[in-house]
Structure formats: C-alpha cells, structure tokens
C-alpha cells in the first residue's frame, strides 16, 4: 500500500478526523458505549492513516533526492501537529476513561488537517540550507509535542469552563478531573516546550552566528513560554485554580495559535520558510 502517493493517505486520516469528530460529538450527547468505541476507533485508524502519510512521504522525498522528515512545511507541520495531538489525547483517554475531552479535542486535529489540506501547498520541495541540519530532528519534535500538549489542555480547560457554568450538566465529568487532565498535559509539556527553545537558540547559533534574533517566531515562542510559566507559578506558587486558571489556558491556547499561524503566515522573518 505504501506506493500510493502521500497525499491520498492525509486525505483519508482527514476524512476520518471528521467522522470521529462526530462520533465524540455524538457521545457527548447519546452517552452510548458503542458510539464510543467506535469515534475512538476511527480517531485510531486516522491517526494510523496519517502515520502512513507521513512515512510515505518520507520515502517519496527520499526517491526524489530531496530527503527530509515529514514536519519541514506547513502542510506537513500541520498534520504532524494533528497526529501528535491525537496520539497525547488517546493516551489521556485510556488513562482517564474521558471521552468527552475528545468533544473539543479531535475537531481541532480535523481542522488543523484540514487547514493543511485545503490551504497548504502539498508539494515536496528541497529544503531550503538552513534546514538541512540533525536540529530538524529534535528541535521540531519537541515545538510540535508543546503544540499537541497545549491543545488537549484547552479541551481540559474549555470543559471546565462549561462545566463551572452549568453545574448540573452531568454530560460532563467532575470539575477536579477535568482540572487535573488541564494541569498534568502543561506540566508534562511545559519542560518540552522549554527544551525546544533552547534548541533553537543552539540551532540559530549554529546557522544565522546568534542564539537569540528578536525574530517574531522567536518571540512569540517566548511569550507562549512566559504565559503558561505564569499558569504555573499561579497555580503552584499562589494557590489558584478553578476559573481563574481555566481562563489563563483559554488565552495560553491563543497565544500558540498566534505563535503558529499567525507569525508563520503574515510576518516576515527568519521562520519564513515554514509558509508557502
């Protein structure tokens, strides 16, 4: 199965992204085990779709003599970030039994391949020199990983939001889980997100002679990097929780869409090539 293009295979993981979506949405309200099952089993094969995606384009880049992992564009960070977020969500999910947080979750991994399919160029290119280094390897994986970990954690934080409003809403579990799953995805990330900068600093040391530009990738990365460190030492430090921290994840979660697409779409800078 392998030969057929790349693309075919991001396709399908996208159009079962979308019935998965439904299928939680569903749950949400049927509360039905077998529905259940099934919007994780077709966020699973998906997910499995969209791995198969990313090896073939591998291959393909290889046989075009351009070889290069699968996170070096936007097309292909895009349903990188999707699989990663989806296989963070699956673990959560078999370890909380919470397929509600899959109700927020899998419709923003549907609309982030979908973006990539509809909006991001699919060709594969050479990369530009400055890419071609091992800190493509490390650096991106650990940028995509924060990215995954931040957006289940504003499902966590979203779900809480509605439960803390509509108290008697039983579709929806305790608020002191829904808290937990919030806090445990920025705590085991955050550390990630640090690392990934660092080894961009290392990185641009190595190819523009500086660790550090005031390039709007990189400082936004930093903003982010500040906004949920706050969330951190609000929590740890001050004793919040409950809304107060809920609300900061909410804006934590703009500010990386801004990091993302914003900076890498519409300002020009040294992280420019990650557009098309």
């Not at 020199?129 to 957006?151: C, D, E, N, Q």
């Not at 969330?231 to 929780?241: F, I």
Request: hydrophobic share 55%.
């Amino acid at each position: 199965f392998l030969p057929i293009d790349n693309v075919f295979w991001y396709k399908s993981a996208t159009l079962l992204y979308a019935m998965a979506s439904l299928m939680y949405i569903s749950y949400l309200f049927l509360r039905n085990n077998i529905i259940g099952s099934v919007a994780t089993s077709l966020l699973s094969l998906g997910l499995i779709l969209n791995l198969t995606g990313m090896i073939r384009r591998s291959i393909q880049s290889y046989e075009l003599g351009v070889f290069h992992p699968p996170w070096s564009n936007l097309f292909e960070a895009l349903t990188f970030w999707s699989f990663i977020t989806g296989v963070i969500y699956l673990l959560l999910e078999r370890k909380y039994s919470l397929r509600l947080l899959g109700t927020l979750v899998v419709p923003v991994i549907f609309a982030l391949s979908a973006f990539a399919m509809f909006k991001a160029s699919k060709d594969i290119t050479p990369l530009m020199p400055a890419l071609r280094s091992y800190w493509l390897y490390i650096h991106v994986v650990t940028a995509f990983i924060g990215y995954a970990g931040f957006t289940v954690a504003f499902g966590g934080a979203v779900l809480y939001l509605l439960k803390d409003k509509y108290e008697n809403l039983r579709l929806l579990p305790s608020k002191e889980v829904l808290e937990e799953i919030t806090y445990k995805s920025i705590v085991i990330v955050f550390p990630i997100w640090t690392a990934s900068i660092i080894l961009g600093a290392a990185w641009a040391n190595e190819a523009w002679g500086g660790y550090w530009s005031w390039d709007p990738k990189e400082v936004w990365s930093l903003i982010v990097w500040l906004f949920f460190g706050a969330y951190l030492h609000a929590r740890q430090m001050l004793g919040w929780k409950g809304q107060r921290t809920a609300w900061m994840v909410v804006i934590g979660f703009i500010t990386v869409l801004i990091c993302f697409f914003a900076i890498n779409l519409y300002f020009p800078g040294l992280h420019s090539y990650a557009t098309d």
